[in-house]
């Protein structure tokens, strides 16, 4: 998951979605704002929270991808070693010597609206007509460590967890959740049936130095220099996951990465881009990887925000979100062959 800003206001249909209770008024938090009834975002949450397309998407997804790992345990010569699968390698030292290099098994997986459904936040938003608000899902994530209630999840998510630790393949959980919301999280994780002997190891929260330091590691790694033209254009482009999957690759054979976000997936988009520039560049990422969705790359749905929201939303000042957007020529053919036409002759 990968917040942009948004959740504006609602009401009418609210009454109607669950909701995490009102905590104290805090001087830091965002004041609450009027409501406006007219909120599109209304009805992305509504859809997120309420509806059996939502759900049937991700037990499709999740359905899948227990397929697609399956089969990849099947096809390939792994071993079992204290519970765990493992791929063993004959790789060559740089002094001529051999020797067997073995990772274990991974799948990568962001947590939210991937693995956790935080549809009740978002109508806290909502009732607030509020954007997202770093101490308000800061308070979110205590509450739902603490309510059993609010730990919900996205459907089909938790039995093929379960499914993959049945077979020996470990979860990595690589979240932009930020370090002060780490115990909580491990918390929910654990009430939801995922604990294990190394959650410690597999919960990597985001720590934005730490992140850019492991970015810097990893163009080390590929051998160029730091100020070389392609370490720079990797650090302006990556996701800021790029260095935290990096260390986990270099641990773990991961055999596939889920998320909500096509930045919870290893792609690079040229960050300078703007508006439907960079609209485009995400859908040419998409295209030019489409052999690898539903083989090893994996999306939930989420309708109620991400990365595809800020180009259309929040474009650049001159510009209105329905200029982002396209009719591919319908009004233009509706002048010539639509009623306004029959009038004119």
């Known amino acids: 998951m990968k917040r942009t800003g948004l959740l504006l206001g609602a009401a009418g249909l609210l009454m109607s979605l669950s909701v995490c209770p009102t905590w104290a008024d805090n001087a830091q938090l965002t004041p609450q704002k009027p409501r406006n009834p007219n909120n599109p975002f209304l009805y992305a949450v509504t859809w997120q929270q309420t509806s059996a397309e939502m759900a049937a998407l991700s037990y499709q997804t999740y359905r899948l991808a227990e397929y697609a790992i399956a089969e990849k345990i099947r096809l390939g010569n792994f071993k079992m070693r204290d519970g765990l699968l493992y791929e063993d390698t004959l790789m060559q030292a740089p002094d001529g010597t051999t020797f067997v290099s073995s990772k274990p098994l991974a799948i990568v997986l962001d947590l939210d609206e991937t693995v956790f459904d935080n549809s009740p936040y978002e109508v806290f938003s909502l009732k607030r007509n509020s954007r997202y608000d770093n101490g308000y899902w800061s308070y979110w994530c205590r509450y739902q460590a603490q309510t059993p209630s609010a730990q919900l999840t996205m459907p089909g998510s938790i039995e093929f967890l379960k499914k993959c630790m049945e077979w020996g393949v470990t979860p990595i959980y690589i979240t932009n959740r930020d370090m002060p919301e780490r115990e909580a999280t491990l918390q929910t994780l654990k009430g939801m ?153």
């Not at 220099?225 to 773990?252: F, T």
């Not at 800020?310 to 002048?335: H, N, T």
């Open 193 to 345: 049936g995922l604990d294990s002997p190394t959650l410690e190891q597999q919960l990597i929260c985001r720590d934005k130095q730490k992140d850019k330091r492991d970015a810097l590691e990893l163009v080390k790694k590929l051998g160029w220099s730091e100020d070389s033209p392609e370490a720079a254009e990797y650090l302006r482009n990556a996701s800021d996951k790029a260095g935290r999957r990096a260390a986990v690759e270099m641990r773990y054979k991961v055999l596939g990465y889920f998320g909500d976000n096509l930045y919870d997936h290893p792609v690079i988009v040229d960050s300078s881009l703007r508006e439907k520039d960079a609209l485009r560049a995400r859908k040419e990422q998409v295209k030019d990887n489409a052999d690898r969705f539903g083989v090893d790359w994996f999306v939930l749905p989420n309708i109620t925000y991400g990365s595809w929201v800020k180009p259309v939303i929040f474009p650049e000042r001159s510009k209105s979100a329905l200029q982002m957007l396209d009719d591919y020529g319908f009004s233009e053919w509706l002048k010539q062959h639509g009623p306004e036409s029959d009038r004119q002759r």
